[in-house]
Structures are given as structure tokens and as C-alpha cells.
């Protein structure tokens, strides 16, 4: 069975479908630490911004693993590499690339032909798994996800104002949103799920009910 978890940045989305994993006793699939890992390769090997052909080659000659604990690069952990401030925004490139967003999709379906998973991303139930048994959309006010986003920032030791965090969060909801290829947006079959003022332990009993009501 795939349980699909789509929904903007901050909407709680990656601790909660980590915890549903767990309760429900399926594997974690994280498609955003692909995106991000893959513009952490483009990085390191200095490709053009501007040249999505090169973008895109060198993603599909990276090794990317998006393992339930760890993020692998070639074999390095870059788990902690992936998460800054300037990887968070280079992402948009490897996101909004057609080629890169083919490539990475095919990674995702091989992963999940392997046992029941928790995949989550933003087309997971649109593009990725459009047969996915269960497809849940988390939704919460731009407010709230900045906030969340900066307080893990900060325990991270980032430097950073609330105000840029929402600016920067309003920046990719567009970014993610507008794209031709696999744009952020609910499947017409998934329910909707408001994280507003919800314990991660709360959002979670809901979806485990959701979940089992399509078993
Ligand atoms: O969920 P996240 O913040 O780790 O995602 C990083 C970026 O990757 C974000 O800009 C959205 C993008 N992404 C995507 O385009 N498709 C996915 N399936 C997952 C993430």
C-alpha cells in the first residue's frame, strides 16, 4: 500500500509522515531530500545555473539515496549538508527542472515497488503515484509555517529573521506552484488534512484514520 503526503513547506509535513510510517509499520520515502541532495551534486560540481541539460546530467550520473534515517550523496552522508539556508534555496533549480523531476520520479516509483510506503513530497499523489491507495494534502497558515520552519532553523544554529524565513517560504509556494512539471497541488482524490494549531501527535491520529478507512 502507498500512503502519499503532499502539501507546501512547513505544513508539518516530514515529522508527521516519518510518525505515520511508523505507526501504520510502513517504510518513509522523503522526495524534497532528493531534490535537495541532487542541487547539492549540481553545487559541488559547479554546473550552470542557467544550462538545464547540465543540471540535469549531472543528477542522473549522482547517487542519490533517500534512506528513512540518512540522505546518501555518492555514498556520503549529507543529511546535515542539505538542510542550509543556500541548499533550501538553490533546490528550485533541480525542482522546477523537467529532466531532473523525470529522473527523480523513476528513482521514487523503484524505491516504493518494494513494500508499503509513506512517500511524501509535493506530487507524490499527482505525478509520482497517481494510484496511490491513500493521498493526503497538509495544509496550515503561511504564519504558521514560517514559524515552525525558523525554530528548526535556529535549533539548527542558522541565523535567521522570521521575516525572512516568510519571504523566502513565499517565494517557493509560487515557485512551487507555477511549474509546468509536477506543480505543487492537491490530487482530486486526496483529503485534506489543516495542521493549524494541531500537536505533530494529533495531525498523525487523523491520518492514521484516514488511512485505515482506505485499507
Ligand atoms: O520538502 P522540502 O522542503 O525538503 O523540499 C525541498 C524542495 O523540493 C522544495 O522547494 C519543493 C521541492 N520538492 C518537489 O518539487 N517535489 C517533491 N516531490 C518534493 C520536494
Known amino acids: 500500500m502507498i500512503v502519499t503526503i503532499d502539501g507546501p513547506a512547513g505544513a508539518g509535513k516530514s515529522l508527521v509522515a516519518r510518525m505515520l510510517a511508523e505507526r501504520l509499520g510502513f517504510r518513509f520515502l522523503d522526495t524534497g531530500a532528493m531534490y535537495r541532495a541532487a542541487a547539492l551534486a549540481a553545487l559541488r560540481r559547479n554546473v550552470d545555473w542557467n544550462d538545464e541539460s547540465a543540471v540535469a546530467a549531472v543528477v542522473a550520473a549522482a547517487k542519490i539515496e533517500s534512506l528513512p534515517d540518512r540522505v546518501l550523496l ?4 549529507v543529511t546535515q549538508a542539505i538542510r542550509t539556508v543556500e541548499i533550501t534555496k538553490l533546490t528550485r533549480h533541480t525542482a522546477n527542472n523537467p529532466q531532473v523531476r523525470r529522473h527523480l520520479v523513476a528513482l521514487q516509483r523503484h524505491v516504493v515497488a518494494a513494500g508499503n510506503y509513506v512517500t511524501e513530497g509535493r506530487d507524490q499523489g499527482t505525478v509520482a ?4 491507495e491513500c493521498k493526503i494534502f497538509l495544509v496550515a497558515s503561511p504564519e504558521e ?5 525558523h525554530r528548526d532553523l535556529v535549533a539548527r544554529g542558522e541565523t535567521i529573521a522570521l ?3 516568510l519571504a523566502q517560504q513565499t517565494e517557493r509556494d509560487q515557485s512551487d506552484s507555477a511549474r509546468a512539471a509536477g506543480p505543487l497541488i492537491a490530487a482530486p482524490d486526496a483529503v485534506e488534512v489543516n495542521t493549524d494549531g494541531l500537536t505533530p501527535e494529533q495531525v498523525v491520529d487523523k491520518l492514521v484514520s484516514v488511512a485505515r478507512n482506505k485499507t
Open 145 to 149: 509555517r514560517a514559524r515552525r520552519r
Open 74 to 77: 555518492d555514498g556520503e552522508d
Open 163 to 165: 521575516e525572512e524565513v
Open 129 to 132: 503515484f497517481p494510484n496511490a
